[in-house]
Nanobody, 127 residues
Framework: QVQLVESGGGLVQAGGSLRLSCVVSGRDFSSYAMGWFRQAPGKEREFVAAISWSGKNTASTDSVKGRFTISRDNIKNTVQLQMNSLKPGDTAVYYC????????????????????WGQGTQVTVSS
């Protein structure tokens, strides 16, 4: 059984930074591709960033390029999302997701691609 627990959310002013972390329990974390998604009130869940299980490939949605960085530590079983230059439009619940992958360089950007999800962490950016 794979369990994901996010942390690091909070309230920050526009222009500030937050670092989200997701700890994954279970075996073979290094064989899981990981992703971050977010959902704002009244909106559908949307892709934010993803990383392959090898860590060699990443992807992010256009609205966060240059501001958000995804990374992983396969020793500590964690994946992080460093968020800089935050904007009020980034306000949402952020979810960590995992999917087992046999391809070390493949990243997954669709919510339907993922099998495991965390409970989410709230990020609120004030103007």
């Amino acid at each position: 059984q794979v369990q994901l627990v996010e942390s690091g959310g909070g309230l920050v002013q526009a222009g500030g930074s937050l670092r989200l972390s997701c700890v994954v329990s279970g075996r073979d974390f290094s064989s899981y591709a990981m992703g971050w998604f977010r959902q704002a009130p009244g909106k559908e869940r949307e892709f934010v960033a993803a990383i392959s299980w090898s860590g060699k490939n990443t992807a992010s949605t256009d609205s966060v390029k240059g501001r958000f960085t995804i990374s992983r530590d396969n020793i500590k079983n964690t994946v992080q999302l460093q968020m800089n230059s935050l904007k009020p439009g980034d306000t949402a619940v952020y979810y960590c997701a995992a999917v087992r992958s046999v391809f070390g360089r493949v990243v997954y950007t669709g919510a339907k691609d993922y099998d495991y999800w965390g409970q989410g962490t709230q990020v609120t950016v004030s103007s």
